[in-house]
């Protein structure tokens, strides 16, 4: 009888060595997922597009196929600020992106001070109007009176703002009353950039 065991235990180890191997062969390989599907399930970024905020390959917008008008002024220290709105008048979309030129004119269009400086914060964003369509900037206006008056050379003579659209030399007239200095040293006035209304 034990001469039967003896023989029989070779026998019996191979077979578990052979299983063994099988089963792990057979086993899971990684619990990762492919890094493929990995890949294909995660959602890629969108971003959105808005026509009215973004410049296209559309023209500059002129000054002979835009209007101006001006909003009622609100006060805050020491300065007054008007909202210019700048509209499409003709048939075909343009483009306004950056600080358009803006200067206080008499009459005669000449000239009163300092053009407009440009308010370095809020250079506004590229747009592009479909006619009809709209743009603005922020205009600010300094007390004149406020500085001394050998200095600033006040006068209340300005009838018109004159106004450029970016990058544009044709210019809008824009009635318009306001005090402000001679003085080209002393900048009354302050643009933003353009914007959507």
């Not at 407009?116 to 603005?136: C, H, I, Q």
Request: proline letters at 9%; glycine letters at 8%.
């Amino acid at each position: 009888m034990s001469n039967h065991i003896s023989n029989m235990r070779p026998i019996g180890y191979t077979a578990m060595l052979v299983l063994a191997t099988t089963l792990t062969a057979c086993g899971p390989q990684s619990t990762a997922p492919p890094s493929s599907n990995t890949q294909s399930e995660t959602p890629q970024a969108s971003v959105p597009q808005h026509s009215h905020t973004t410049r296209g390959n559309s023209a500059n917008c002129s000054a002979e196929q835009l209007s101006a008008t001006a909003s009622d002024s609100e006060g805050a220290a020491g300065s007054t600020f008007y909202t210019i709105t700048l509209n499409n008048t003709g048939d075909s979309e343009c483009s306004l992106s950056g600080y358009p030129g803006v200067s206080l004119v008499d009459a005669q269009e000449n000239q009163l001070g300092a053009p407009a400086g440009r308010e370095s914060g809020d250079p506004g964003t590229p747009v592009t109007l479909p006619p009809g369509g709209n743009a603005a900037f922020t205009l600010r206006i300094l007390n004149a009176l406020a500085y001394e008056p050998k200095t600033c050379s006040a006068t209340d003579t300005a009838v018109n703002l004159k106004i450029y659209p970016p990058e544009e030399h044709g210019w809008i007239l824009l009635p318009f009353t306001a005090t402000t200095c001679t003085n080209p040293d002393i900048v009354i006035l302050k643009v933003s950039g353009v914007r959507a209304p």
